[in-house]
């Protein structure tokens, strides 16, 4: 029999379990960044020289640049996009909304080809508007949700009195829906960011050859072999995920604990 | 009253629904039908569509190609339902049995959700590889008497499969349970059903929608999935995501690379429809006793 305290406390064990499944492989990726040793497997004392050693590399701060271009227009153009589509949707007829919530239930790797093979044919180069264009489609799916769920909540009444106290409509826009959304905004486009960056099947197709994004660039160094500058390079986008992470939850509580 | 006040005020503003409807429409439809059509025609060095054909679906319908459609699917099927039944027990843990640690434990599993794959899949290199710390494992067990490489094996393309698809299942379930009255849970059991008849009876349907809705993305991303089997599966399996990009990029063959989108979807579709089916059908026959 299983003793009764062990019984007690088996989910809290499984949990546990299932999280140390989760972060195990990422925590020896982490402590391996900070190996000194060339051979990444054995521990052979602490040091930042693979940091040093990434730094130095010009590749990656180019790829770097493109990433953050790629992620911060289309996080502004779906960002855009959705707000004016929430505008319109309001009352149309039909549930165009839903729409956009295939963007992400596809296999990514069918709008990629898709995508590819339009570019091709209307001759549009690949490169950085391609991957502006690609990833605009798989934030709009992502952005369109978090909106929509904000604007819902927002009450018809709330800009109807802004009109009878004498607002004007950029006032209101600005001063009152936009300060409305704003957790959500925030959120959102956030969320897109981190798709763009964390992309890879569609920067892939649509990179071309002369483009290369962060997440084409891991992918290279990879295949290229283990190596402790991939660790740090890793170890370096894992923080800043869970930096942005943990600003997005952050937001969104402090947005519901002043709803209620 | 100005025209944008008008705009916000009468119901005449449809026309704002466009701009986000054309891009879609442009971007997100028209490629999805680009590769229905190219898979239709043949195509020449000068010109995408030269003359339509069904030669494409001739040369793609063989045993093959459909050995590496079903082991996908099969891959895609295990992964979703393995991780569904690891998931459920974290969702529950999360939605009930956990108060003051629940804010810190969702951002524990957010992290993954959104960290780049490329990172997590990286990470497991250092698990799975000869000197490894699953292999040093089975050693001190004594399961095996040599170090093992579990680098390049199925083995390891699942377990990294589950890794990564697992969270997509919590947080789903997780929001349905969440939504749950627990006192429900309760009464249930103070009338004397056990534990098992609550979990058939009550959570289950009550959750159907979560699970869904993480089976079904499960299933559809794992799918075309690419990355996990390309880096961690050696170059000796095929699946649908590989095979797809190496007629797109090596063999260039792009009327054969569409037609096997094509009817690997089309086996897709049937897959999701059946398991519909087989959630409803398990709703219903949960539901049958109570009323």
């Known amino acids: ?260 | 009253m100005s025209a944008i006040k008008k705009l916000f005020l009468s119901e005449k503003y449809y026309f704002l629904v466009l701009p986000a409807l054309s891009w879609q429409v442009l971007f997100f439809l028209i490629p999805l039908l680009f590769v229905g059509l190219m898979a239709c025609f043949e195509h020449t060095s000068e010109q995408l569509f030269a003359y339509p054909t069904l030669e494409n679906f001739r040369l793609v319908c063989t045993a093959p190609h459909f050995a590496i459609i079903f082991r996908s699917l099969w891959l895609a099927m295990s992964t979703a339902l393995f991780a569904l039944f690891a998931a459920y027990p974290i969702a529950y843990f999360l939605a009930f049995k956990v108060d003051r640690f629940r804010f810190f434990l969702l951002f524990l599993l957010a992290i993954p959700f959104l960290v780049n794959i490329l990172v997590q899949v990286y990470a497991w290199f250092f698990v799975l590889d000869k000197q490894g710390m699953l292999s040093q494992a089975f050693m001190f067990i004594g399961l095996s008497k040599q170090p093992i490489n579990f680098l390049d094996t199925l083995f390891g393309v699942r377990v990294v499969m589950l890794h990564i698809y697992l969270p997509f299942l919590v947080m789903p379930i997780f929001t349905a349970l969440e939504k749950i009255d627990y006192r429900l849970v309760e009464a249930s059991l103070d009338l004397g059903a056990s534990f098992f008849a609550t979990f058939t009876r009550v959570l289950m349907p009550l959750s159907m929608p979560g699970i869904k809705n993480g089976f079904f993305l499960v299933l559809v991303t794992s799918f075309g999935e690419y990355i996990i089997p390309i880096l961690l599966g050696g170059n000796k399996v095929f699946f649908v995501g590989t095979i797809i990009s190496e007629y797109f990029f090596i063999g260039k063959d792009w009327g054969k690379g569409t037609a096997f989108i094509c009817i690997s979807c089309l086996v897709l579709v049937i897959a999701v429809l059946i398991w519909n089916f087989i959630f409803n059908a398990v709703t219903m026959r949960s539901k049958r006793f109570v009323s």
Not at chain 1, 165 to 186: D, H, K, Q, R, W
């Open chain 1, 1 to 260: 029999m299983i003793p009764a305290v062990l019984r007690k406390n088996l989910l809290s064990l499984y949990v546990l379990c299932a999280f140390l499944f989760l972060y195990i492989p990422i925590f020896v990726l982490v402590v391996y960044s900070f190996n000194q040793g060339e051979f990444p497997l054995q521990w052979q004392g602490f040091s930042l020289h693979w940091y040093h050693e990434l730094f130095s590399l010009v590749e990656i701060w180019r790829a770097f640049q493109t990433s953050f271009i790629v992620g911060l227009s289309a996080s502004i153009l779906s960002l855009c996009l959705s707000m004016i589509l929430l505008y319109g949707a309001k009352k149309f007829p039909y549930p165009v909304l839903s729409l956009f919530y295939v963007n992400i239930l596809i296999p990514d790797i069918v709008l990629a080809v898709g995508l590819l093979s339009l570019f091709a044919f209307f001759w549009v180069p690949l490169g950085l508007v391609a991957l502006i264009i690609g990833h605009t489609v798989l934030g709009l799916g992502f952005a369109i949700p978090i909106l929509r769920a904000r604007f819902d909540e927002m009450d018809d009444f709330l800009i109807e009195a802004s009109y009878d106290l004498g607002a004007s409509e950029t006032y209101t826009f600005f001063y009152i829906v936009i300060p409305f959304m704003y957790p959500a905004l925030f959120a959102a486009a956030l969320l897109v960011m981190i798709v763009s960056f964390d992309d890879f099947l569609v920067s892939f197709f649509c990179a071309g050859s002369s483009t290369q994004t962060l997440s084409l660039y891991v992918f290279s160094m990879i295949r290229a072999g283990v190596s402790p500058t991939v660790n740090a390079l890793s170890t370096i986008m894992l923080f800043i995920s869970s930096v942005l992470v943990f600003v997005i939850s952050w937001f969104n509580i402090s947005g519901l604990e002043k709803k209620s």
